[in-house]
């Protein structure tokens, strides 16, 4: 195991989890830790399981086999909006935002169902706003959003929610160089502000290598490596999956 | 209470006949839905707007009901192509809601023309060649409905060939499998979901004229139809032709086991608690769109 | 909840009260104002769960044949007074609602399929009712003719009911801008918009749609017991699915999630379709249904978003607003 990782608790758990579709294996047995105030990159060629895992750990999918385990807790079958009040944020690869509401009641949304007091809601809305820098925004309705607004917002949701966990699907897909540096720094600023931890699927390698402290590789439902950015980047396995899947 | 075997049977036998003539009807739906997903509201009103145009052409042209299969079958190809492109086109990439709602519009206007220029008496065809009956055993069945049985049957099998091993049939199922790349093939995607949509209710038509042999119509039949033929395709639909005609078959039998059983006049309650059981028991998932 | 947002509510009120007296107390004129006045309360009603939550619900038929036979038979078994009847419609409607709703929404139905699956529970209960001598049977019941009694609400005219059903539509729409402002609303809104999104920011999605169906079916209930308190009978044919389909082709055509447009398009639209009856109805019956569906698809062709957009147009020719409205 790598050293960056010892002595840390694990926030999310996922032990042996096996997911079938028909005949398919998305997910093989994956054994899969993120783990407190870390920023963890999942990579792996398309069709890897990448999705189907987030898909298992927020509860949309109910796994075979397998556990996941979140702060200690046994979560697996767990209904989505029960995981999301525990504490797991999400964004999704295909984002399809609020199409009719306004982006300061997007957000509010997240933080209606995390904040207990009237006030609080509104207070929330407003520090998540200022934070991702939507603030001008706030009045503007979704559907006139552009792609970075768009992913912008959906962030700021997830955020409003005040999870300890963010998992995030391929946020940056789509984004030109520029933009993926700015959300490089935003997302680094989550992490470290807010100590919230981030598990990152994504497809652009630049992104991901650049911004993630550790990274996990899947593939076909496997998981084949795990370590430093630098280390995975040579490992053997991960080239011949890559090279292979062109 | 005591039902003798005979009623039982014959009311079976009339099951499994209908059965086949729900299929062929719920087959016009399943290429519409199953293959390009389509949501088409008023399918029930199409089956009854046939009926009628069935009656009408027999009654006005003098000539036996299924002969009218000539005219019905071209026209309500025409008709479903046209209509696909009129009203569906323009909400197709719309959310389903406004699918669902389009095609509700359509229902009532439907209905209501049939009842504007028919009125609310049902009508029958006054003329076929499909006259007399045949004994099996005990149970009896009339020619109408066994020719009927047969023709959907063989309709349905000529129609699983069609979408299996023509050209056209399988530019259909890549189209419904990936648009986008059919379209970079150089498939039409848009002028396919009219051609499929007209199709649909080409297949509609051919049920019609051969119901027509064995029932009467008025403007509220098309309900029944409609969930009849949903029910089939939340059944089988997707698992093509076979999966489509043995839930017909189904649903015949348990109609006829109702009547057998029970009171005739909850017929369809029958149908619509088999959809009930049916979306019970499919796992979550299956019948969400997209 | 801001007094601001009420003032329409009661302009929209007070307005309405006149319409009797304009119309001379004329027992056919009021009669046709009474039955807008029903629609209109289905119409805001189901604009919770069609328009909040973007569920395509056609179940009003069966909520309002419910809340007909709970408030007669119990009028005509045991003689219970409507007061207590109507309250129990609602309740019995609710009850039905939650059974198929929780099922529905246990099970992932959705768009087409809880379409089909309401529509279906109206005919399902009409059968029901035609084969349940006890109760229903193919004969109508009666209701007892006391004219002008407080206790069995039963008048010579129209025009108290009028008044009841104004202040049902007053409930209904004061439920529709509470619902919309609390976290329920909030809730519904992102359900209809994207489902898993919504569930992912802690929503659960099942509950609130299964709130937005009891409220709505509540209120569709009351509705139907009034119904039955003008027809003076019961019968089978209240479970009437075309009433579902009107409600839906009101709701639709008003706009979604808008809380004045459905109601305001019902007036505009059944009077229209109310004249066109009577004047060419006897040469083509139907001909106000006919209305109704080309209605509803030019509508969804031309102005997706219902009679809600024009009405903001209109509405911003006069006033500025100082921000965009959902």
Known sequence: MMNLSRGRDAILEVKGVTKRFGGLVALNKVDFQVFQGEILGLIGPNGAGKTTLFNVVTGFYKPESGKVYFKGRDITGKLPHVISRLGIGRTFQVVKPFYGLTVEEAVKVGAYNHVKEKEGVGRRVKEVLEFIGLTPLSNRLCKHLNLVEIKRTALAQALAAKPDLLLLDEIAAGLTPTEINELIKLLRKINSEWGTTLCLVEHVMKFIMNISQRVTVLHYGVKIAEGTPQKVARDKKVIDAYLGAV | ?290 | MDIDKLKPLVVFVVVLCFLPPILGFNNYYVLIVTYILFYAVVVSAWNIIGGFAGQLDLGAGAYVGLGCYAMGTLLIKWNVTPWIGIIASGIVSVFFAAVIGYAAFRFGLKEVWYALATIASVVVLQKFFLVWEEVGGPAERYLPVKYGSIYYLRFATYTPYYYILLALLAISIFINIWVRESKLGFDLLAVRENEEAAEMLGVDARMSKLKALMIYSFLTGVAGALYALIAGYIHPSQFDNSISLEVAVLGIVGGLGSIYSPPASVFILHTLSEYLRSTIGAWIPGVHLIFYGVVLMVTLIFIPEGLSSLFKKLSLKYKPSKREIG
């Open chain 2, 1 to 290: 209470m005591f039902v003798s075997l005979n009623l039982l049977l014959q009311n079976i036998a009339n099951g499994l006949l209908i059965g086949c003539v729900y299929a062929l009807v719920a087959m016009g739906l399943a290429l519409q839905f199953g293959v390009m997903n389509v949501i088409n509201f008023a399918h029930g009103e199409f089956v009854m707007l046939a009926m009628y145009i069935t009656f009408f052409l027999s009654f006005s042209l003098g000539i036996p009901g299924e002969l009218t299969l000539l005219f019905t079958f071209p026209i309500y190809f025409v008709f479903g192509y046209v209509v696909y492109k009129l009203v569906i086109d323009k909400v197709i990439d719309a959310p389903a809601v406004s699918q669902i709602g389009i095609t509700i519009g359509l229902l009532i206007l439907l209905q209501n023309l049939a009842l504007a220029a028919w009125k609310a008496e049902p009508k029958a065809v006054q003329s076929t060649f499909l006259t007399g009956k045949i004994n099996l055993g005990s149970v009896v069945v009339p020619v109408s409905r066994l020719v009927t049985a047969v023709v959907s049957v063989v309709v349905l099998f000529l129609l699983n060939w069609v979408l299996n091993k023509t050209y056209f049939g399988v530019s259909v199922r890549a189209t419904s499998d990936d648009m986008r790349a059919a379209a970079l093939m150089g498939v039409n995607v848009r002028r396919m979901y009219a051609v499929v949509f007209g199709l649909g209710c080409s297949i509609i038509a051919i049920a019609a004229a051969f119901i027509m042999t064995f029932q009467q119509v008025n403007p509220l039949a098309g309900l029944t139809w409609g969930l009849l033929s949903w029910v089939i395709v939340a059944m089988g639909g997707l698992g093509g032709v076979t999966g489509v005609l043995a839930s017909g078959l189904i649903l015949g039998v348990a109609e006829g086991l109702e009547i057998t059983f029970w009171d005739p006049r909850a017929s369809t309650a029958i149908i619509y608690l088999i959809f009930i059981l049916v979306l019970w028991f499919k796992p979550k998932g299956l019948f969400g769109r997209r």
